[in-house]
């Protein structure tokens, strides 16, 4: 199953700075997800990193805010912009386990990382 | 609109078994998922199930009933390890998850 190595694992930002987290997968695979999950709370969407075109954003989520980089099929970044407090939260991305995006199977995710905005 | 329903907490003993229930309504369905989640960590993949029935992994089983938006995961001789978080998740049509807000169990001596 695809393995993903997601740096950095935890920063510390100034208000109104930029993060950008990055994600390698072990293998190739047509279709990575960046998930946000806030302190206490469950994950959700922000958007669907597409190889070769613009990634595909969750209502509540921007590209400005948010712009997601897919140069291949094993990489994947998701850059946090001009950061305030609110956006203090863990970020992951996310794969199919089999790597290929099919309809079955579970997903994997990356280790996470741990933003705090001060 | 879409929505999923966990309880917020549970508490079992060590060696009994603990049921689970997530409710769903959502705009589309493509499968719901099973995920464990220790504090401080990314979630972990348990189970799957796209079509009704009861779907078993070892200690760990899920159920689903399509009609009636219903799933459970059921955990069986339950372990002190098994304290954690579960995640009930759903996908649309597409590769889209939504995900409920989690059932924290912890699991006592």
């Known amino acids: 199953s695809a393995v993903i190595s997601q740096k950095p694992s935890r920063d510390i930002c100034q208000r109104g700075t930029s993060l950008t987290i990055q994600c390698q997968v072990d293998s190739q695979v047509t279709m990575m997800f960046w998930y946000r999950q806030q302190p206490g709370q469950s994950l959700t969407l922000i958007a669907t990193a597409n190889q070769g075109s613009e990634a595909t954003y969750e209502s509540g989520f921007v590209i400005d805010k948010f712009p997601i980089s897919r140069p291949n099929l094993t990489f994947s970044t998701l850059t946090v912009s001009n950061m305030s407090p609110e956006d203090s939260s863990i970020y992951l991305c996310?794969?199919?386990?089999?790597?290929?995006?099919?309809?079955?199977?579970?997903?994997?995710f990356g280790s996470g990382t741990r933003l705090t905005v001060v | 609109g879409q929505n999923i329903d966990q309880p917020t907490e549970m508490t079992a003993t060590e060696g009994a078994i603990v049921q689970i229930n997530c409710t769903y309504q959502?705009?589309?369905?493509?499968?719901l998922f099973w995920y464990q989640q220790h504090a401080g960590e990314a979630p972990t993949f348990l189970s799957y199930n796209v079509l009704d029935g009861l779907e078993e992994k070892g200690r760990f089983s899920s159920f689903l009933s399509r009609s009636k938006g219903y799933s459970y995961l059921l955990l069986k001789e339950l372990q002190m390890k098994d304290s954690a978080s579960y995640l009930c998740a759903v996908r649309n049509y597409g590769q889209n998850f939504v995900f409920g807000p989690g059932t924290r169990l912890s699991v006592l001596p």
């Open positions: 996310s794969v199919p386990l089999g790597g290929t995006g099919g309809l079955g199977g579970g997903y994997t």
């Open positions: 959502t705009s589309g369905f493509n499968g």
